[in-house]
């Protein structure tokens, strides 16, 4: 069809446009299949992984665990510090449980199983705003609207890049009509 000849010289335009809205990530808590367990060392612990992962919003967390004797309960901050398993947000008991990470800031998970939160089996995650991936301490991270028009490099190329985007498809529009 003549149309799409007409859209080859702008895949890489629309490849562009498709890749830039991020995909969904999932990731195994521990990196393994089965570290949904007591720690074998202090240095073994989900929290020590969790430190060194960085975790966005839209992330989605795996679980991996026998279901037989052990889940994962969703709590709040001061029943993960208790390892207090009487009043969860939330409880997954499938053995092969996904979490969404919806929001930035913490989460907080602890095993159902009796006595293992106690001994370490808990993980906190982090999900930073989308300011502080990059520089903490930057004029970035102070909220959208401010009255000085400071030069805000990174997002001015990326609202470029879209309106470009998007003029190149409405040229290719009027250029269809004609
Ligand atoms: C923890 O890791 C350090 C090095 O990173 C090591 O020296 C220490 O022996 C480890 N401790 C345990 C209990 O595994
Ligand atoms: C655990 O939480 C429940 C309600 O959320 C509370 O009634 C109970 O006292 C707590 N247990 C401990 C040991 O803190
Ligand atoms: C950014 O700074 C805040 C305090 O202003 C701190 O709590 C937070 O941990 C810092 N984040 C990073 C990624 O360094
Ligand atoms: C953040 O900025 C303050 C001054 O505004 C400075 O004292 C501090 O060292 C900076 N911290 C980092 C991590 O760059």
Not at 13 to 25: D, G, Q, V
Not at 44 to 52: D, I, P, R, S, Y
Not at 166 to 172: D, R, T, V, Y
Request: glycine share 8%.
């Amino acid at each position: 069809m003549g149309f799409s000849r007409v859209l080859v010289p702008f895949l890489p335009m629309i490849i562009l446009l498709l890749a830039s809205s991020e995909a969904s990530r999932e990731i195994i808590v521990g990196s393994h299949q089965v570290s949904w367990k007591i720690p074998e060392s202090p240095n073994k612990t989900l929290n020590h992984w969790a430190e060194q992962t960085r975790f966005k919003v839209g992330d989605v967390l795996v679980w991996k665990y026998d279901a037989k004797v052990d889940s994962v309960l969703e709590v709040t901050q001061q029943d993960y510090n208790g390892c207090n398993t009487t009043n969860p947000i939330k409880e997954h008991k499938d053995r092969n449980t996904k979490v969404e990470l919806v929001h930035s800031g913490p989460f907080y998970f602890i095993s159902g199983a009796q006595g293992s939160c106690e001994k370490g089996e808990k993980l906190e995650v982090v999900v930073l705003s989308p300011n502080h991936w990059k520089n903490n301490n930057s004029s970035d991270t102070t909220p959208l609207p401010s009255p000085a028009p400071a030069p805000r490099p990174k997002k001015g190329d990326a609202h470029g890049l879209k309106a470009g985007i998007l003029g190149a498809f409405m040229g290719l529009g009027i250029w269809i009509l004609m």
